[in-house]
């Protein structure tokens, strides 16, 4: 089992940006895919973004591609959500979340570890 934490929400005016960061402590983090999702009152949760174990894939949520970018720091244990051009849609709760490295990463299924979630609330 791996513990995360996510740090980094907020509010910010439409088209402005926020960097989320997720700390993994436990198990050996270089070993895990890593997502983030999120989720807003009254909607399932979505798959935003996701990152192979060793940075070298990634994919996207069509609404955010070209706005969100995922990244990681093996050495850090952390994992990183830049939001640029935030729309007031984007407004939600952000978990993140770990599997293993054989799943699927395009899949939102298999993720066993989830963070408490940061709020970003977009205003327009």
């Known amino acids: 089992q791996v513990q995360l934490v996510e740090s980094g929400g907020g509010l910010v005016q439409a088209g402005g940006s926020l960097r989320l960061s997720c700390a993994a402590s436990g198990r050996t983090f270089s070993g895990l895919n890593m997502g983030w999702f999120r989720q807003a009152p009254g909607k399932e949760r979505e798959l935003v973004a996701a990152?192979?174990?060793?940075?070298?894939?990634?994919t996207y949520a069509d609404s955010v591609k070209g706005r969100f970018t995922i990244s990681r720091d093996n050495a850090k244990n952390t994992v990183y959500l830049q939001m640029n051009s935030l729309k007031p849609e984007d407004t939600a709760r952000y978990y993140c979340a770990a599997k293993g490295a054989a799943y699927d990463l395009r899949s939102r299924w298999g993720y066993g570890s989830w963070g408490q979630g940061t709020q970003v609330t977009v205003s327009s």
């Open positions: 990152i192979s174990w060793n940075g070298a894939s990634t």
